[in-house]
């Protein structure tokens, strides 16, 4: 079992920044596409993939956040973050960290293919 604490969601006017902070119990991922990624859920939508990273560490961005949002990774303090720049009212939703890969996902950024999940951040963008 992998422990996933969040922390960073908040409220901010559109336009403003947020960093989210994911931080894991011991674990690696190995030689895997999908090792640990973003994912958000607005009210009355279904989750959908923010940004997930391979073993290597690279990205892949749901095209709505590309040039907006950037995803790192710590490995000395086991945190994924998601630093969140430019936000839109739409990107308002309950953000979540993701680790451990299921394997037959259909897309890199689908959301049903994860095994351990975090609390969930609430992030609210005023207009």
């Known amino acids: 079992q992998v422990h996933l604490v969040e922390s960073g969601g908040g409220s901010v006017q559109a336009g403003g920044s947020l960093r989210l902070s994911c931080t894991h119990s011991e674990w690696t991922c190995r030689r895997s596409t999908r090792c640990m990624g973003w994912f958000r859920q607005a009210p009355g939508n279904e989750r959908e993939g923010v940004v997930i990273?391979?073993?290597?560490?690279?990205?892949t961005y749901a095209d709505s956040v590309k040039g907006r949002f950037t995803v790192s990774k710590d490995n000395a303090k086991n945190t994924l973050y998601l630093q969140m720049n430019s936000l839109k009212p739409e990107d308002t939703a309950m953000y979540y960290c993701a680790a451990g890969p299921r394997p037959g996902a259909p897309s890199p950024l689908d959301a049903g293919f994860f095994i351990w999940w975090g609390q969930g951040l609430q992030v609210t963008v005023s207009s």
């Open positions: 990273i391979d073993s290597d560490g690279r990205p």
